[in-house]
């Protein structure tokens, strides 16, 4: 890896993301951070004033940019390794400035925090992190608030089965076992077992990560988010990697999403990467 994108709206939970990056940073060799700004006029929280104020643009950019020179200089702090800092502000909604961003330059990942949030937040709101995770194909590292940087040993990928060699991002992985030399083990959740689909799917994955010597696991529980947590809990799991499909995990307002629900509940870092 070469860079990792920051972005951050200076709250605790951001913070506590931005220190993530830099121990991921610190211990991959990755040479810099790039943080993100992207602040928008104020909304009225008075029904009767209109729903934008009277704002101006120069005092929220110098807000933001302060903002962002305050916030790498707590970052400096915990650095142990030389890491070159970028800050950019801009007037921007979020996840399209993610995504320029992203275009503009080489970045291999963002790490981003989450707060878990009510079940009305999470089906009705849902977040800026859930976001970017949607729509930006760079993988993107999920923080939960509470969780602190340990060092990747123990790698579990949470597996469908289903057309796993179509539908694999086998490379964006084989890149962060190259960099972290973690056990990775490969988890399937279903409420109905099949057999023959788990043995000729692990033959498959067997092929795609030759070398990698994954350990593979079912369980058979109707609370997918419950499952891979106590997963994670019994097996001292440092990192979850999720790949949301292209059909479903994602899409639709109402439609049951279990990378939606695991960002929102899991408390071990979250690793979305697109198939």
């Not at 121990?23 to 040479?31: D, K, P, R, T, V």
């Not at 020179?69 to 400096?76: N, W």
């Not at 800092?85 to 291999?108: H, M, N, Y």
Request: aromatic share 8%.
């Amino acid at each position: 890896m070469n860079a990792i994108l920051v972005p951050t709206d200076f709250s605790d939970t951001a913070k506590n993301a931005g220190l993530y990056a830099v121990s991921l940073a610190c211990e991959f060799g990755i040479q810099k951070i790039i943080l993100y700004n992207a602040y928008q006029a104020p909304m009225s929280a008075d029904p009767s004033m209109p729903s934008v104020q009277l704002f101006d643009i120069d005092i929220l950019k110098k807000t933001s940019e302060e903002g962002l020179e305050q916030f790498e200089a707590e970052l400096r702090s915990s650095c142990t390794k030389p890491i070159l800092f970028e800050r950019k502000a801009e007037f921007q909604l979020l996840t399209s400035g993610v995504e320029e961003l992203c275009k503009q330059f080489p970045i291999d990942a963002i790490v981003m925090g989450i707060t878990g949030g009510s079940k009305v937040e999470e089906v009705l709101i849902g977040s800026n992190t859930i976001s970017v995770a949607k729509h930006v194909t760079v993988p993107v590292f999920i923080i939960p608030q509470n969780a602190r940087y340990q060092p990747i040993r123990q790698v579990v990928l949470a597996c469908d089965f289903k057309k796993v060699v179509e539908t694999m991002p086998v490379a964006a992985i084989k890149n962060l076992l190259d960099l972290a030399t973690p056990k990775l083990h490969i988890l399937n959740v279903t409420e109905k077992p099949s057999k023959a689909d788990e043995k000729f799917e692990s033959l498959l994955l067997d092929t795609l990560f030759q070398g990698y010597t994954p350990q593979y696991h079912f369980v058979h529980d109707t609370h997918f988010t419950e499952a891979i947590n106590q997963f994670a809990d019994n097996n001292n799991i440092d990192l979850i990697i999720t790949i949301p499909k292209k059909h479903g995990l994602f899409e639709g307002l109402f439609r049951k999403s279990h990378t939606k629900a695991l960002a929102f509940h899991s408390h071990v870092p979250l690793m979305i990467i697109h198939e």
